[in-house]
């Protein structure tokens, strides 16, 4: 079965620091991975996608990482901002027939304090 | 650009009522899908369409049905409603037959079954 795991499930940061959430999945084939960020009562919102081949992807103060050999992807938040605290959300791909169906992780929702 | 818009926002209902959420796209998308997102779960696939007169079933089908008649709207009609069936309901869409395309989401449509 395909999966998605996120952690940490919360994480709670000062505003300024830089921070690191973690995305490991099981879906095979892999196609894509994308990095969502949530804001409380919002729909998602695309902050990166990223193919097999590549294995860094910027997005100003969000980078993504993807290493598709250990199947584990990271997301670095840099100078935080107090508009950074939401879930962020991993979701994977897989190629072929189920390429209409993603498979979701659960989120890692970040506060950032003054 | 209005992207995808969902209607209504927040909606409580009693248990056995019936009643369609809305979702339309301006963005000529064929693709498009319903999720549900609960509390400590990833969002999950409830129906989703690749194109006009086209549905299919996704995740969690079950006490929920689609259609699509026109390319831009996709309406989810809940046929008696449960208790279980309270959530957040997210409509998304994007570009069929684009392999890395993005998917768009709406603002959500806040559902109370009691």
């Known amino acids: 079965k395909n999966q998605v795991e996120q952690s940490p499930q919360s994480l709670i940061i000062l505003e300024g620091k830089n921070c690191t959430l973690q995305?490991?999945?099981?879906?095979?084939?892999?196609?894509?991975l994308r990095w969502y960020k949530q804001d409380t009562g919002r729909g998602p919102v695309s902050l990166t996608i990223?193919?097999?081949?590549?294995n860094t992807k910027s997005n100003g103060r969000y980078t993504a990482t993807l290493d598709a050999d250990t199947k584990q992807s990271s997301l670095h938040i840099t100078a935080s901002q107090l508009s950074d605290s939401a879930s962020y959300i991993c979701?994977?791909?897989?190629?072929?027939?189920?390429?209409?169906?993603?498979?979701f992780g659960k989120g890692t929702k970040l506060s950032v304090i003054p | 650009n209005a992207g995808v818009t969902q209607t209504p926002k927040f909606q409580v209902l009693k248990t056995g009522q019936s009643m369609t959420l809305q979702c339309a796209q301006d963005?000529?998308?064929?693709?498009m899908s319903w999720y549900r997102q609960d509390p400590g779960m990833g969002l999950r696939l409830i129906h989703y369409?690749?194109?006009?007169?086209?549905?299919d079933q996704g995740e969690v089908p079950n006490g929920y049905n689609v259609s699509r008649s026109t390319t831009e709207d996709f309406p989810l009609r809940l046929l008696s409603a449960a208790p279980s069936q309270t959530s957040v309901y997210f409509c998304?869409?994007?570009?069929?037959?684009?392999?890395?395309?993005?998917?768009?989401f709406g603002e959500g449509s806040r559902l109370t079954v009691l």
């Open positions: 995305c490991n999945y099981t879906v095979s084939p892999f196609s894509n």
């Open positions: 998304a869409s994007k570009l069929a037959g684009v392999r890395y395309g993005e998917l768009f």
């Open positions: 990223m193919t097999f081949s590549e």
């Open positions: 979701v994977v791909s897989a190629t072929g027939a189920g390429s209409y169906q993603l498979t």
């Open positions: 369409s690749v194109g006009a007169g086209i549905t």
């Open positions: 963005m000529n998308h064929e693709y």
